[in-house]
């Protein structure tokens, strides 16, 4: 007799990652001898700094290889609160907890601050007819924002940004009409993935007040935070105001290019840490402890040389492809941080089937708009050589898709 698993509906409530399932189909073509130029997953191209990975074969070599207090060493979480208070956040080691990844803390953050409602309309605050907290989205959004909202059981209410150039003050008053006193939380991501957008101080300005006005919490995503050209991020929970309810989430991958060592935190006000701790401790127990190690390296490095140089990389290889649209007469919103710009390629909406032309016909895998809440467009991630870029955008103008 065959068993049949009785999914649970949460499940059923989220579809699997559109980033992962082109890389999967372009790993497919390699894998049949073709030459695929992989613009579609966001990890940077560079080795994680030498220093960083001696400190992390150090930490083995020294005996860190158990298990570690659940929130963090102490060095690593003290060394993150002094790098926050920098960026004019209220923080101290207590505030802070170290996860393994910046997502497994995003994770973490909603399921410990959105409450969702069953099939019969109880939740754990009591009897409701409505749907889950209420959950605020800036599109084009991440996708894990979505899919973590849904796992939750939240309710996603949405406003686009992509009339506006991907930029949020212009954007505000559509803010102010989609928020409420029903609002239970916003998440704001600048430098923005996918759309490399950097909010202006006068946008987060305008998102203090609105939480203020209607006391919702914010997540402030700056896990791009030192990748910016030109500007200067701001932190959001820096403001007036926004210290007793901001989640401010970041970590290591993209700064230091460690994506598979899986280091990432979040600072919060210690009665959310506290309750999120319950989270964290009965899924992932601590963060890797050696790699706890690296971390502390890794910001121990004031000068941030490695980081400035992989940033001035990209920011070269920005300016090349916005310069081999232009000549295409591709729009492209102009990207202040990040590594990801979004053309306008599918002029009738359907980005899906131009991101599978262009993946079958030019071999270039990009990921479709759509998947982020921009259809139309696609996300393009310019962490790979320029020689590879100018391979991409050649093949594509000669499939007749530019």
Known sequence: MT?????????????????????NLASELEAQGKDVVDLSVGEPDFPT??????????????????YTPSSGIPEL????????QGNGVPCSSENVVVTPGGKQGLFEVIQTVVDGVDE?????????????DEVVLLDPAWVSYEAMVKLAGGSLSRVDLSPYGFQLEPALDDLAEVVSDDTDLLIVNSPSNPTGSVFTDSALDGVRDLAVEHDFAVISDEIYERIAYDVEPTSLGSLDGMEDRTITLNGFSKAFSMTGWRLGYYA???????????????????????????????????????????????RERRDMLLDLFEDHGVEVPHPDGAFYMMPK??????????????????????????????????????????????????????????
Request: net charge negative; hydrophobic share 40%; glycine share 8%.
């Open 268 to 314: 919060a006000p210690e009665d959310l840490v506290s309750q999120a701790g319950k989270v964290h401790s009965h899924s992932v127990s601590c963060a890797v402890n050696f790699v706890q190690h690296a971390g502390v390296e890794a910001l121990s490095d004031r000068t941030d040389s490695t980081v400035v140089e992989m940033r001035d990389a990209f």
């Open 49 to 66: 700094p030498d220093n960083v990975v001696q400190a992390g074969k150090d930490a083995m070599d020294a005996g860190h290889t158990g």
């Open 345 to 402: 390629f599918a002029d009738d909406g359907d980005d899906q089937q131009w991101c599978e032309d262009a993946l079958e016909q030019a071999q270039v895998a990009t990921v479709p708009g759509s998947a982020f809440g921009a259809p139309g467009y696609a996300r393009i991630s310019y962490a790979a050589s320029e020689e590879r870029l100018r391979e991409a955008v050649d093949r594509l103008a000669a499939n007749d898709l530019i």
């Open 120 to 132: 019969q309309g109880s939740s754990a605050r009591g009897t409701s007819s409505r749907a889950g």
């Open 3 to 23: 068993h049949e698993f009785d999914f649970a509906a949460r499940v059923d409530r989220v579809e699997p990652s559109a980033t992962l399932a082109i890389s």
């Open 77 to 84: 979480r003290e060394a993150i609160a002094e790098k926050l």
